[in-house]
């Protein structure tokens, strides 16, 4: 009987810390990530950029996936996961500490190099991070681990725009006033600091992940050679499919977390900066009602399929909804304390509830039986996250071509449509045949 309490406290034992380790990372790459949505806005209104230059500040993030996804793989493959984890660490501390010298000089280009260079060292992380999550356990509660990181990046995202607008924007900006060149200087010199700080608590995740006395990931099918390895892993029509899926979902999800400050300075609202907090704590509420229902009372397919009808529904919501009508906030936010929002504002924050559990059912659903393809399908999965720049950038011309600030959101259905598809058929489809 005691020989049997051990070996379930070692199996005990070789979940949680591994979690941990994991949950720390999440934690950075939600800090980091959802940054981009109190900063873009900030951008936009301190160098004067129209709603579609902004956009760029979003799209150079995702963007670097599309380069880094594959060598990311090809990376961890030879280091490890857990130096993976390290390296992607020591990436991001070091482009943190390129938004010095772009705020000295107040150059959108220099911002533009550190976020692409930020992107760089997240998609490193999270090439490394995500099947360490996914494979530390039985595949079928996957999701739940899934959705357990989810709510540590997910709370970052509340944290971050929050911190962000006490610390940095201190009361400095109201809406969409045009701001004199001291007061340009001002907010400049404000993110010195908080970068500083950002690049040290970084790295010392990064020291975290090296010497962190954990197990690595390890596949006992994995071969020794990549020959033939990357058309392998792309004959799975279900890993495919998986991966336009994570493309289409991190474009909505950046629309609804990173695009809702810039909507409301588009409207005049003092707040804009702390926005993405609304964003992510629908998500949390999401995430949490995942953990509680997943696998006893809902399967992770079923998730997924829900999510894909509740975003079709929540896009229109937006999109024909009135600028001049508060029943939303009227009824959630007024009563307690809160502050009387538009409906369209609040509905892109009501999208994180519908986001909340596609990236937790695609990842174990895509990465299903491959084995030791895993290490490929998730750099795979991971570019991806690319599609995180296609967003902003399809809000920003939708606004451009005559759709409008509000209408443009309509471009995020056959998004949802795709979801909602990969659900019901894709990711039971194991042959192109």
């Known amino acids: 009987m005691e020989a049997i309490v051990e070996i379930e406290d070692k199996e005990k034992q070789s ?68 130096n993976g984890m390290a390296i992607g660490c020591v990436i991001m501390a070091a482009s943190a500490l390129m938004y010095i010298p772009a705020a000295k000089m107040q150059m959108i280009e220099i911002f533009l190099f550190a ?50 607008a006490a610390v940095v924007v201190s009361g400095l900006v109201e809406g969409a006033a045009k701001l004199t060149q001291e007061q340009k200087d001002i907010m400049a010199n404000s993110l010195i600091t908080p970068y500083m700080a950002i690049a040290g608590l970084i790295f010392l995740f990064a020291l975290f992940a090296k010497f962190a006395p954990l197990p690595d990931l390890v596949f006992s099918e994995e071969s020794k050679t990549s020959k033939g390895e990357l058309k392998e892993t792309l004959a799975h029509p279900h890993l495919v499919l998986g991966v336009i899926g994570i493309a289409l979902y991190v474009a909505v999800e950046v629309i609804a977390a990173d695009t809702i400050g810039s909507y409301a300075l588009q409207l005049g609202i003092a707040d804009y900066s702390v926005m993405t907090s609304y964003t992510m704590t629908c998500m949390l509420v999401g995430y949490a009602i995942g953990i509680a229902l997943i696998p006893k009372f809902m399967s992770q397919q079923n998730a997924l399929m829900m999510s894909g009808i509740a975003g079709i529904v929540t896009v229109l919501a937006v999109v024909f909804g009135s600028n001049d009508s508060f029943a939303i906030a009227n009824l959630l936010l007024v009563p307690f304390g809160g502050p009387e929002l538009p ?7 009501l999208l994180g509830f519908a986001n909340a559990m596609v990236w937790p059912a695609i990842w174990p659903l895509a990465l299903e039986g491959l084995g030791r393809l895993t290490g490929t399908a998730s750099g795979l999965l991971i570019m991806g996250i690319a599609g995180g720049a296609l967003g ?21 259905i056959p998004s949802y449509l795709f979801i909602l598809f990969y659900a019901v058929k894709g990711h039971k489809m194991r042959s192109w045949k």
């Open 15 to 82: 979940i949680w810390l591994p979690m941990i380790l994991a949950g720390s990372m999440f934690f950075i790459l939600g800090c980091i990530t959802w940054l981009n949505g109190a900063i873009t806005p900030f951008l936009q209104q301190m160098l004067e950029l129209t709603p579609l230059q902004a956009s760029f500040i979003i799209s150079s993030f995702y963007i670097a996936v599309t380069v880094a996804g594959i060598p990311s793989a090809m990376l961890i493959k030879r280091v490890g996961y857990k």
């Open 115 to 164: 976020q692409l260079m930020i992107g760089v060292g997240q998609t490193v992380l999270q090439t490394a991070v995500n099947p360490y999550v996914v494979k530390m356990g039985s595949e079928k509660s996957a999701a739940v681990r899934v959705c357990i990181m989810g709510l540590l990046n997910k709370s970052a995202g509340v944290i971050v725009p929050i911190v962000f």
């Open 343 to 349: 409906d369209p504002l609040l509905c892109i924050a």
């Open 392 to 412: 902003p950038l399809l809000i920003g011309l939708g606004n451009v071509a005559g759709l409008g600030a509000q209408g443009a959101y309509s471009l995020m």
